[in-house]
């Protein structure tokens, strides 16, 4: 039986992201994968949103909501890989009573705020040039490793060559 993996996007969502495509025709072969649209689970209407407007919303009560439509969804342990402020509804939800047995943030850039970290195995991935990406200190104080992509800038995730080095790291 197949484990399940619950994959939760960007702010952008995936309904114009064709990036999914890549992780999907990989990830369908080794687990039961859900995908959950960032923007649907935080109840946030993208018609004509700016990046800004988009982020503001997440933080603004839409990570929120997110986290409850999430823990409402899924009640039977997961794994999770979350890309950008999909990675911190995980580890949040997680802090709220999903059962993670583990998960994978990629280029979730707003974890550097979080001060306690769900109980399960955590992996983390940045993109070397990603200014937003926690300090060495926040690592240290958190007590976690993370796998640093050389010459990439925050959305590494959706390059091609760099899927591989993610998806292997779950498979």
Same mark, same amino acid.
């Given at each position: 039986?197949?484990?399940?993996?619950?994959?939760? *996007?960007?702010? /952008?969502? /995936?309904?114009? $992201?064709?990036?999914?495509?890549?992780?999907?025709?990989?990830?369908?072969?080794? /687990?039961?994968?859900?995908?959950? %649209?960032?923007?649907?689970?935080?109840?946030?209407?993208?018609?004509?949103?700016?990046? *800004?407007?988009?982020? $503001?919303? /997440?933080?603004?009560?839409?990570?929120?909501?997110?986290?409850?439509?999430?823990?409402?969804?899924?009640?039977?342990?997961?794994?999770?890989?979350?890309?950008?402020?999909?990675?911190?509804?995980?580890?949040?939800?997680?802090?709220?009573?999903?059962?993670?047995?583990?998960?994978?943030?990629?280029?979730?850039?707003?974890?550097?705020?979080?001060?306690?970290?769900?109980?399960?195995?955590?992996?983390?991935?940045?993109?070397?040039?990603?200014? %937003?990406?926690?300090? $060495?200190?926040?690592?240290?104080?958190?007590?976690?490793?993370?796998?640093?992509?050389?010459?990439?800038?925050?959305?590494?995730?959706?390059?091609?060559?760099?899927? %591989?080095?993610?998806? $292997?790291?779950?498979?």
């Amino acid at each position: 039986m197949k484990s399940r993996l619950i994959v939760i *996007s960007d702010l /952008f969502g /995936f309904k114009e $992201n064709n990036w999914i495509q890549n992780y999907m025709a990989i990830l369908n072969d080794y /687990f039961e994968v859900v995908f959950y %649209d960032a923007l649907v689970l935080a109840e946030i209407k993208k018609a004509s949103k700016t990046e *800004s407007e988009l982020h $503001n919303a /997440f933080v603004n009560g839409g990570i929120e909501i997110a986290i409850n439509n999430l823990l409402n969804l899924e009640n039977e342990l997961v794994n999770v890989l979350g890309f950008s402020i999909g990675g911190t509804i995980g580890w949040k939800a997680g802090l709220k009573g999903l059962k993670i047995q583990r998960i994978i943030g990629v280029s979730s850039t707003r974890l550097r705020m979080e001060t306690l970290k769900p109980n399960c195995k955590i992996e983390l991935f940045y993109g070397e040039k990603d200014s %937003d990406a926690p300090s $060495n200190n926040w690592f240290q104080l958190m007590e976690l490793n993370y796998t640093s992509i050389r010459n990439a800038a925050h959305t590494f995730y959706k390059e091609k060559e760099h899927i %591989d080095i993610i998806v $292997n790291r779950l498979i």
